[in-house]
């Protein structure tokens, strides 16, 4: 089956409604912590062992940047510098408790927003799209597209 010329165009279509989905979800609910800074918070939960170099090379900038941005989040109670157990050289970028809560709220409230909109869907279109976003992420994971195989024995 040929791949439609726009297809690109409506997965780009797609993925900025669903960014404006998740982006509603925040604003409606008076989250203060601005979207960088909570892009920073999820960083850090996700890689524990992060230093404000590390958190420079995930968010591509220059590590004085970086450590503005954890200045910010440590001033609002978000965040903790500590020292590096095994190098006391080093000060590894600890989610306070009060982080921990925005996060699983943010999380709560996307998780809700999105599943209004799936629930707008038909339960047919609803297994499509799970079956296309399972593909379309293991072909970026691995840089290569699934085979029609793969994709029929899914489908099956």
Known sequence: MD?????????EAAA???VGVLDSATSRHQVTVPPTQLRVLALIRDR??????????LLDVVPS???????RLEATGLLRRTPDPRDRR???????AAAVTLLGEVRERRHRAVQEVLDRMPPRAQHELL??????????????SPSPADTAARTA
Do not use: H, K, M
Request: net charge negative; hydrophobic share 50%.
């Open 131 to 144: 079956l296309a976003l399972l593909a379309f992420g293991q072909a970026a994971a691995s840089g290569t």
């Open 3 to 11: 791949r439609p010329p726009n297809l690109a165009v409506a997965i």
């Open 90 to 96: 080093e000060v590894r970028l600890v989610l306070t």
């Open 16 to 18: 900025e409604a669903f």
């Open 65 to 71: 940047s970086a450590s503005r941005l954890c200045d």
């Open 48 to 57: 524990p062992e992060t230093n404000v170099n590390g958190l420079a090379e």
